[in-house]
């Protein structure tokens, strides 16, 4: 069976390290037709439209899409393309890999992060010049539907939930009493953690969490610090899934610091593009591909963010030569 994938490189290094995802699966010869869209700053320049229709429509009806990077109009990108394959959860692990100088060696997280609501939706409106403001939204179903893909994907192990519940008591009070109630039904353990106080211990003992459950904005930041501890944003992958399809994208964004340079490290792409080949049931060649990437990242080429002076194309060709 011909899977059909959408490849949407976005912006700045999304255009260095989507294709070297690309080839990466190319390499592994799936059944595979990749068809590419535009989306991000450089359309909404020539278009006045951030993502076109059409882009929109492949990313709804291919069977998972690739996506690189978002820059100034990833509101107008990034969240419609989560709608597109209708995202509830996207899952963000941050993990130190051997031989990659991480200030956490012994992080080992997954970040289950709301995809749909909080106060990362977008529902903002400026009144006047001096005001402006943002209408939060939770629901109990989004949070029954995060809750019940946490209970599948930790099995009969429990999950952390990190919210803000005694402050935003309505909102992150919702979040936490539905997913700690779903979690209860189904025999799972949770336990949970002000994300302030994650934020703290998590630095101190990653060991301390696992997998963690979050509202969309914490998902995003909590991530991110993370990434800190394991090396860099250049190693972190994502999947958005949603019930029917999924999009696989880097957590790092554009990095226009270094965009055009090709020496964007396409570790965190090739991994998504693992994280894809594992969703539509190529395991042993996800497999594959994290365990090319493992000894790439132990026995360079590196990239600079982690000290190399590799380019993205070295490295790409480092981890299909291990295939
Ligand atoms: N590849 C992900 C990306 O473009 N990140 C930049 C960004 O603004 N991300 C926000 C988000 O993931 O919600």
Redesign the pocket.
């Known amino acids: 069976m011909t899977h059909e994938i959408a490849v949407i490189p976005?912006?700045g290094i999304?255009q260095e390290v989507t294709p070297a995802a690309v080839e990466v699966l190319e390499a592994l010869d799936p059944e595979f037709t990749f068809t590419e869209a535009e989306a991000g700053d450089a359309v909404a320049e020539k278009t006045g439209k951030a993502l076109p229709e059409e882009t929109y429509e492949l990313a709804a009806s291919a069977d998972a899409t690739l996506?690189?990077?978002?820059?100034e109009t990833?509101?107008d990108?990034?969240?419609p393309l989560?709608d597109a394959v209708d995202s509830f959860v996207?899952v963000r692990p941050a993990k130190a890999y051997p031989g990659v100088d991480a200030v956490r060696p012994e992080t080992d997280l997954v970040f289950l992060?709301e995809n749909t609501e909080g106060v990362?939706a977008g529902h903002e409106d400026r009144l006047t010049e001096d005001v402006a403001t943002l209408t939060r939204v939770t629901t109990q179903s989004a949070s029954r539907q995060l809750a019940e893909f946490a209970c599948e994907y930790v099995d009969s192990d429990g999950f952390t939930i990190a919210h803000k519940a005694n402050v935003m008591r309505e909102t992150d009070g919702l979040f936490r009493d539905t997913v700690a109630a779903v979690a209860e039904e189904r025999g799972v353990a949770t336990d949970e953690v002000l994300m302030d106080a994650f934020a703290t211990r998590v630095c101190l003992d990653p060991t301390q969490f696992d997998v963690v459950a979050c509202p969309?904005l914490a998902g995003?930041v909590l991530s991110d610090l993370a990434a800190g501890l394991v090396g860099g944003l250049g190693l972190l992958p994502?999947a958005n899934i949603g019930e029917q399809r999924a999009l696989f994208?880097?957590?790092?964004?554009?990095a226009p610091d270094i965009a055009g340079e090709g020496v964007a490290n396409p570790a965190?792409?090739i991994i998504s593009a693992a994280m894809l080949l594992e969703y539509l049931d190529y395991g042993e060649e996800a497999d594959a591909v994290h365990a090319a990437v493992e000894s790439t990242l132990a026995e360079g080429p590196r990239t600079p963010d982690l000290g190399g002076d590799a380019s993205t194309s070295d490295v790409t060709n480092a981890i299909i030569d291990q295939l």
Do not use: M, Q
């Open positions: 976005g912006d999304g996506f690189g990077a978002a820059g990833a509101a990108v990034i969240l989560r996207n992060r990362y969309n995003d994502s994208e880097p957590v790092h964004g554009t965190a792409t």
